[in-house]
């Protein structure tokens, strides 16, 4: 089976994870920490960054900071993993959903506007959900497989109506929009996660970075049950959201190659595109002029099949020695958030059972990717 996408641990890993163990810093504490912290914010192009022990933990963090609670509504954009909707639902929250534009699968600033426009009244200090009469808290764009939403408008429709914005950029350290940085497109925070299936991994981890050193400071001190000094004095509910020493280690040796897996990432979905090119029935992910993805995961798009029979496709791929998957289930269609108010969305509905990922491994190599192609090819010629 060529899997679907595997790390590559043949860097520093092993001799960073044997200084843990040597010099007995396996907790957070520990220098690894630090200089994670300080390769990732240079990395994404911001002077500040606080690692966490997950993506979510970051996202429900930033949402924190940022002062999201209870019964408040953030919007996000429905085609997401789970996790972006669960941040916000550990603040007590309510993602309000709405769809994504079909040229970018991210946020669509469209349609952000025009809810802003008709589905809200600003009541003093709050813009207030009309229907719901709930306040607006935030809004949560999410990097799909790592290309950045359009951050210009969003932001500035952000600003328009006092809202702040937290990116939800798991998979897109390495990306850039009009040339500029991830972390540096006007999110008051962006986070990141490392679990083990992104493109540079700590086993498990995430990292919030900004450029309010203030704002920063408290997503510190939450992430650290909200200690104040040594003497078990916390200030407020915090949480225990540390990334460790050991997991700083792995992230530590990956981040040192953070160049060249993207580009890895970058080549295999550029040869996925020209291979499927003159396949009427297979679409490329989205690459919308101006943005560099890192290119977090690969594939196509299938067009013309039911749900049913791609899943039968999948099947077939697998058959074939293919790791190939299904991707993420809109999060309206997801039984936690049957409720949760959302727009109409054509663009969610019709597109997520059509993806299909397929191996993109930074390791993987031209043959093991042309076996891939030849795969696709013969079994979508069944159909
Ligand atoms: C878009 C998105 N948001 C959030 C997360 C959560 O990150 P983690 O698994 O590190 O908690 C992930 C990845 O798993 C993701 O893809």
Redesign the pocket.
């Known amino acids: 089976m060529i899997p679907l996408a595997v790390p590559d641990l043949t860097g520093n890993e092993g001799c960073y994870l044997q200084e843990c163990i040597d010099s007995t810093f396996v907790s957070s504490v520990g220098p690894f920490v630090g200089r994670f912290e300080t390769a990732v914010a240079q990395a994404a192009g911001a002077p500040h960054a606080v690692a966490t022990a997950?993506?979510?933990?970051?996202?429900h963090v930033a949402l924190t900071a940022l002062g999201v609670g209870r019964d408040d509504l953030v919007i996000l954009p429905s085609l997401?993993?789970i996790?972006?909707a669960n941040?916000i639902a550990y603040c007590g929250a309510t993602p309000w959903l709405l769809d994504v534009a079909a040229e970018s699968w991210t946020l669509d600033a469209d349609l952000l506007e025009r809810v802003l426009q008709d589905q809200t009244i600003r009541q003093g200090e709050h813009l207030v959900h009309r229907e719901s009469g709930r306040r607006l808290a935030a809004i949560l764009p999410?990097?799909?497989l790592g290309l950045p939403a359009h951050m210009e408008r969003i932001v500035a429709i952000a600003r328009a109506y006092r809202l702040p914005v937290v990116a939800?950029a798991?998979?897109a350290l390495g990306s850039t929009a009009q040339g500029r940085a991830v972390a540096d497109l006007g999110a008051d925070l962006t986070?990141f996660?490392?679990?083990g299936?992104?493109t540079v991994t700590a086993g498990?981890?995430?990292a919030v970075v900004g450029t309010d050193a203030e704002l920063m400071q408290l997503v510190r001190h939450l992430t650290t049950t909200a200690r104040q000094g040594d003497n078990y004095d916390h200030d407020r509910i915090g949480f225990n959201y540390r990334l460790t020493n050991i997991q700083a280690a792995v992230g530590c040796a990956q981040l040192e190659r953070l160049h060249a897996f993207v580009e890895a990432k970058r080549r295999i979905h550029a040869r996925y595109a020209v291979a499927f090119q003159a396949s009427p029935r297979l679409q490329p992910f989205p690459a919308p002029a101006g943005f560099a993805s890192a290119c977090w995961l690969s594939g196509t798009v299938v067009t013309g099949l039911e749900p049913a029979e791609m899943a039968t496709l999948l099947d077939g791929l697998r058959q074939e020695g293919v790791g190939a998957r299904s991707f993420w289930k809109p999060i309206h269609l997801q039984a936690p958030y049957r409720q949760a108010p959302r727009t109409a969305q054509p663009v969610s509905e019709s597109l997520w059972f059509r993806i299909v990922t397929l191996p993109c491994s930074t390791g993987l190599t031209e043959h093991e990717q042309d076996s891939v192609i030849a795969a696709v090819k013969k079994r979508l010629a069944d159909f």
């Open positions: 997950s993506g979510t933990a970051g996202l997401t993993f996790a972006s941040a999410v990097y799909t939800d798991a998979a986070v996660s490392f679990n299936n992104k498990g981890g995430g």
